[in-house]
């Protein structure tokens, strides 16, 4: 069964101390991975899409990694505006779904 | 701005009432979509249109009625809903519905509260 799962489920920082978020996936024949940020009370902003291991991308402080069994988000230095719950989504190769997890809120605190 | 964009944002009604949530998109794509967001719950995905055709319907409930009149919009009718309803209706839209390199854009939600 195609499943995602993010860890931690909450994260609380400090404003500069470096971290990283996780998204582990089982999926038959991944079709691309994606990172989104939400922000209370809107809707989940794009910010990567991974599709084949050992690829990243990057912008500003947020690095997205991928595996064959999982993605990191990595933020450096992260800032108070960096707060937001992060997804992860993977389109299963079986059946074309977008699959989400339940999402990692980030509070970074001044 | 995201490139979708939702009616009304905020929306309270009791559950004799009907009411319609709206959803456009000016990025030129031909697919469109209604996920329901709840608390501590992944994104669940309630309908996928394609080309203005229903594609796929979640085993969702027939109190909510999408409607697809062209490819840029999209409504879910809702009629009876019960308070477990109260959640976050976010529409999304992606140039095709499924596949490889599919990138969904989501609106900034509506938020019903059934009372």
């Known amino acids: 069964e195609d499943q995602v799962t993010q860890s931690p489920e909450a994260l609380r920082l400090q404003e500069g101390e470096s971290s990283s978020l996780n998204c582990s996936y089982t999926?038959?024949?991944?079709?691309?991975l994606f990172w989104y940020r939400q922000d209370p009370g809107k809707g989940p902003e794009f910010l990567f899409t991974?599709?084949?291991a050992g690829e990243e991308k990057e912008k500003e402080r947020l690095k997205a990694t991928l595996t064959k069994k999982e993605s990191f988000l990595h933020i450096t230095a992260p800032k108070p505006e960096d707060s937001a719950t992060y997804l992860c989504?993977?389109?299963?190769?079986?059946?074309?779904?977008?699959?989400f997890g339940q999402g990692t809120t980030l509070q970074v605190k001044p | 701005e995201t490139g979708v964009t939702q009616t009304p944002r905020h929306l309270v009604m009791g559950m004799t009432n009907k009411k319609s949530l709206k959803c456009e998109q000016h990025?030129?794509?031909?697919?469109m979509y209604w996920y329901k967001q709840s608390a501590k719950k992944p994104l669940e995905l309630m309908f996928v249109?394609?080309?203005?055709?229903?594609?796929e319907n979640n085993s969702v409930p027939s109190r909510f009625s999408p409607e697809c009149p062209n490819s840029s919009h999209l409504f879910l009718h809702l009629h009876t809903l019960q308070p477990e309803d109260s959640a976050l209706y976010l529409c999304?839209?992606?140039?095709?519905?499924?596949?490889?390199?599919?990138?969904?854009?989501f609106g900034e939600g509506s938020w019903l509260t059934v009372v």
């Open positions: 999304a839209s992606s140039q095709y519905s499924q596949g490889y390199g599919n990138t969904i854009y």
């Open positions: 999926v038959s024949g991944l079709r691309g």
């Open positions: 991974l599709y084949s």
């Open positions: 989504a993977v389109v299963s190769g079986n059946t074309g779904k977008l699959i």
């Open positions: 990025l030129g794509h031909n697919a």
């Open positions: 249109y394609s080309l203005e055709e229903r594609v």
